[in-house]
């Protein structure tokens, strides 16, 4: 394929995970977005302090031993990777051409990208995303309109075929809920997963496959 077409839609099919810098092909700012809650800086340095106790298991919690530490339960988030593109999964946002050639695409229809919360507990997406925001300084919202047009050009390499996904450039996480355990002198383990936070900004994720 030498001429210049409109690529077909593809509603299949999953990109890798990790985002290379070249995959990033455009990226913009949308200004429709709820922001969700955020924690207080009084919030976060109590769930730092009952994060550094140490983890124990039910029998943890047999003997004498008590502390003084509050009973709560919280979040742990770790495994930060910013710039995760989050995929708008609706009809005419994906779209596969090729071998070789250019392909054009167009965002057809309007839809929102939300918060993502996957594990072995059910876990408060509210609650991550006012930690990542407090925490992390991270600009994540809850949720992301994504609007018509974002039409774009790309080259695709001879003998390859071009995959293009519009989505939001926002980030994703690791997550462990916690409570105090008994006696006060721990941190038990009640559950774990990921989250995946859009961002406000949007734009195509371009790669290339051999079929």
């Given at each position: 394929?030498?001429?210049?077409?409109?690529?077909?839609?593809?509603?299949?099919?999953v990109p890798p995970e990790e985002v290379t810098p070249d995959q990033i092909v455009t990226q913009e700012t949308s200004s429709t977005a709820i922001e969700g809650?955020?924690?207080?800086?009084?919030?976060?340095?109590?769930?730092?302090?009952?994060?550094?106790?140490?983890?124990?298991?039910?029998?943890?919690?047999?003997?004498?031993?008590?502390?003084?530490?509050?009973?709560?339960?919280?979040?742990?988030?770790?495994?930060?990777?910013?710039?995760?593109?989050?995929?708008?999964?609706?009809?005419?946002?994906?779209?596969?051409?090729?071998?070789?050639?250019?392909?054009?695409?167009?965002?057809?229809?309007?839809?929102?990208?939300?918060?993502?919360?996957?594990?072995?507990?059910?876990?408060?997406?509210?609650?991550?995303?006012?930690?990542?925001?407090?925490?992390?300084?991270?600009?994540?919202?809850?949720?992301?309109?994504?609007?018509?047009?974002?039409?774009?050009?790309?080259?695709?390499?001879?003998?390859?075929?071009?995959?293009?996904?519009?989505?939001?450039?926002?980030?994703?996480?690791?997550?462990?809920?916690?409570?105090?355990?008994?006696?006060?002198?721990?941190?038990?383990?009640?559950?774990?997963?990921?989250?995946?936070?859009?961002?406000?900004?949007?734009?195509?994720?371009?790669?290339?496959?051999?079929?």
């Open positions: 394929m030498t001429a210049t077409s409109y690529a077909v839609e593809e509603p299949v099919g809650p955020e924690m207080s800086a009084q919030e976060v340095a109590a769930e730092r302090e009952l994060n550094a106790l140490p983890e124990v298991a039910d029998e943890g919690d047999v003997g004498t031993q008590r502390c003084d530490n509050p009973y709560k339960k919280w979040y742990a988030l770790s495994g930060r990777k910013k710039s995760y593109h989050i995929p708008s999964w609706w009809n005419g946002t994906s779209y596969k051409d090729g071998p070789g050639g250019t392909m054009t695409v167009e965002v057809t229809k309007s839809g929102k990208i939300s918060l993502e919360v996957s594990g072995t507990i059910s876990a408060e997406a509210g609650v991550l995303l006012a930690k990542a925001k407090t925490e992390f300084g991270a600009k994540v919202v809850g949720e992301l309109g994504i609007g018509t047009g974002h039409k774009y050009t790309q080259r695709i390499r001879s003998g390859r075929y071009g995959h293009m996904r519009y989505g939001s450039w926002g980030e994703k996480y690791n997550w462990v809920k916690y409570e105090t355990s008994a006696n006060r002198c721990g941190k038990k383990k009640l559950g774990s997963g990921s989250v995946k936070m859009p961002t406000k900004e949007e734009g195509w994720r371009y790669w290339e496959t051999r079929t």
